[in-house]
């Protein structure tokens, strides 16, 4: 256990020299931001607004309906293959392997790293969210929407968004171990970013496992699929074949 935590410490010092950091707090609060503003120009009828019954269910969707079937998945396809591409990129591959650590608890250790980012993810998005129904009104001197803010109904969904976006972090990161150019794993996640918009109307587009943050956006299903069957048995598929590509490549340098 205590050689996991160090390595993990150890990998999370390491991805302070990327640029993740700055993806993690820039694409979380891009969304929010923009609707601070513009409800704050729309000060004429922001009293009335908060006023409104499901204000915060509204402004929930307004703000997951760029980050779920945009800002989401690119951002995990870019943070994910930064973090895990830095070795490549600093040619430190063989240092890393003298350390006095097996190659599963290095393989743990930058997964976990990145679940964490996705983690803060989330957290500062939605506090995005809630500052979208707050920020507005203290700069107008409106007052605070009265309704209850849902956090069970957020968690709720925010749990379905999580599962439903893992599929996309495990393939990143079995295609970025297992590649040493950059732009490659980059360009088939975006490419398959881009073919599960134009899959995502098609009955087996449940096939493609980057649709599944548009599902959950549309509430709709894939038919009789379970989505959520379907993003959790495609992340273990992904991460248990990039652990085995991992540990049985020859060049792992």
Known sequence: MNECLCSFGSEWLKKKRTASSFLIIAGSLLIPLIIIIARTDSAAGLGAANLQPHIWENLYNRNWQIMGTLLLPMGI???????????????????????????????????????????????????????????PGLLIGVPYPPETFPWKAFWN???????????????????????RNFLVPLG???????????A?????????????????????????????????????????LAYLFYITRKDKA
């Not at 895990?84 to 890393?96: G, S």
């Not at 968004?161 to 590649?179: K, N, T």
């Not at 088939?188 to 134009?198: D, P």
């Open 77 to 135: 396809v870019l943070a994910t293959s930064l973090v895990t591409q830095l070795e490549y990129r600093n040619n430190t591959w063989k240092q890393l392997f003298t350390t006095p650590q097996s190659l599963t608890t290095i393989f743990v250790a930058k997964l976990s790293v990145i679940l964490v980012m996705l983690v803060e993810f989330f957290l500062l998005f939605n506090v995005g969210i809630w500052l979208t129904g707050v920020i």
């Open 188 to 198: 088939v996640g975006l490419g398959l970013y881009v073919a599960s918009m134009i």
């Open 200 to 240: 995502v109307h098609w009955k087996y587009g449940y096939v493609i496992p980057y649709t599944y943050c548009d599902y959950e956006f549309m509430g709709v299903t894939a038919g009789k699929v379970h989505t959520h069957s379907w993003a959790a048995g495609y992340a273990v598929l992904f991460i248990g």
């Open 157 to 179: 969904s925010n749990t379905k968004f999580f599962l439903d976006s893992l599929p996309i972090l495990a393939l990143q990161y079995g295609i970025s171990l297992r590649i």
